[in-house]
């Protein structure tokens, strides 16, 4: 329900990307950047300062993809984006260099947005059974 808390959860944690933005109610896409993001079916809009949250094991390297980041480590693949560091779990076989700017794919089934001002979770079709029932 908070960014508190998702940073607890898992191995490694959640990633936050900061970003200005905006999402209305039933709203299915941000944008980070200038690079249009799909996320679940948004149930409550909000706009500002927001965080867009994907865990690292949700995160796909596709060089077709339009959002980047530039590898800085590779025991656990971590990348520095224009919205801050997002690490990653990548198959063995991947052949990864420091220093590569690789597309970075995402689920939009599994983000969750946050307000970056309080913290909390924005309720989409994704995450309304948690946040309504604990």
Known sequence: ATKFV????GSPPMNFLDFDGMIGTGGTEVRLN???MPVP???EGANGKLTFGIRPEHVTLDDSAAYRGRVIAT???T???PNGLLKARVASHEVI???QAIGLRFDPRTITLFDATHGG???SEANEGVLNHG
Do not use: P, Y
């Open 6 to 9: 998702a940073q607890f959860i």
């Open 34 to 36: 200038d690079v249009v």
């Open 41 to 43: 079916k948004s149930i």
């Open 75 to 77: 025991q656990i693949v």
């Open 79 to 81: 990348f520095d984006t």
């Open 97 to 99: 260099n420091t220093g």
């Open 121 to 123: 979770a924005l309720r």
